[in-house]
């Protein structure tokens, strides 16, 4: 059988098993990965590579450790949920770094945590000044969780007793020049009410329009395609 030919049926094998067995381990933001499901995502993509492309070997035993390594990560995941001691062992602990605006040295040790590591993940915070921080900590995805003491923190609506509109969810009733009729519907609205607070925003049709929505309290988001708007940098008006 021709070479290209049978790396094609491979890819396409290694591709469909690829897809069934990441849908079948869930699904996880590429965010919260630790450093091992990390590691376990590069190994089991490697695996899939080889079985589409090593012409050296038959694609079975490939097939098997894909599969073998795919089942052993879904035990690890089911037993990390079933039993706590194990899911800390597995993923490990958030690390506290800072606490009551104090440095916390040994536990930086210990997590092999630099004090340059907290200090670029701070200013990713948009803290530039240790003396804001109550308290600091290194998720187990390698990430910072930052409180700032009270008197740094912005000031709320709450504070300031200042109403709070319940806004909720927003509904898109238009998609790309396209009306999505079930969310209107659902929203009790129809296409004749569509017409006329399209006609309100100088619009003859959906088509005009890019992206709209409504909000619980009613107030529309609208966006055209022809928006005219003035680029910050010069030049003449965009679309």
Do not use: C
Not at 155 to 181: C, F, H, M, W, Y
């Amino acid at each position: 059988m021709n070479e290209g030919l049978v790396v094609l049926v491979r890819s396409l094998v290694a591709f469909i098993s690829l897809f069934i067995f990441a849908r079948f381990l869930g699904k996880q933001q590429l965010s919260q990965l630790t450093f091992f499901d990390y590691v376990l995502g590069i190994t089991i993509g490697s695996i899939a590579a080889s079985l589409s492309v090593d012409l050296s070997s038959r694609a079975w035993p490939h097939w098997v450790g894909l599969v073998t390594w795919t089942v052993a990560v879904f035990i690890l995941q089911w037993a990390s949920h079933k039993y706590l001691i194990l899911d800390k062992y597995f993923n490990d602990e958030p690390t506290v770094v800072i606490a009551n605006g104090k440095i916390m040295e040994n536990e930086m040790k210990k997590a092999r945590y630099t004090i340059s590591d907290l200090l670029e993940q701070l200013r990713e915070k948009g803290v530039f000044n240790l003396n804001e921080v109550a308290y600091a900590i290194a998720e187990t995805d390698g990430k910072l969780s930052v409180l700032k003491k009270p008197e740094h923190l912005p000031a709320s609506r709450q504070d300031l007793n200042l109403t709070i509109p319940e806004l909720g969810i927003s509904t898109e009733l238009i998609i790309d020049g396209v009306i999505i009729k079930d969310n209107l519907y659902n929203r009790n609205l129809d296409e004749k009410w569509l017409d006329q607070k399209l006609k309100e925003q100088g619009l003859a049709s959906a088509s005009q329009v890019f992206f709209m929505s409504i909000d619980d309290a009613g107030t529309l988001y609208v966006d055209r395609y022809e928006d005219h708007v003035q680029k910050p940098w010069g030049g003449e008006k965009g679309k």
